[in-house]
């Protein structure tokens, strides 16, 4: 079971980093290092509560990206 919580943290760690790198907001950069900090303590200790931490982060910081975005590009097409 430690190698899926293993293999879960690096793809957490992965999407983290590509986040980051397509929009370089200070929002998405505190996310991002708090998914990959969450991440690397589940690959180190092996316990599955930081992994679930760290990709909450990450999904609502895409989620409120996201709904900035529809909301941004809804007030430029008018």
């Known amino acids: 079971m430690f ?3 293993q293999i879960l943290a690096v ?3 992965a999407v983290s980093v590509a986040a980051y790198a397509g929009d370089r907001r200070t929002g998405i950069l505190i996310a991002s290092l708090i998914s990959v ?3 690397a ?3 180190a200790t092996h316990a599955w509560w930081p992994l679930v931490v760290g ?3 990450y999904f609502a910081t895409q989620a409120v990206q996201r709904d900035d975005y529809a909301a941004t590009a ?3 097409s008018h």
Do not use: N, R
């Open 11 to 13: 793809i957490l760690i």
């Open 37 to 39: 900090v969450c991440a």
């Open 74 to 76: 809804s007030s430029h």
């Open 41 to 43: 303590i589940t690959i």
């Open 55 to 57: 990709a909450a982060v």
């Open 3 to 5: 190698y899926i919580y």
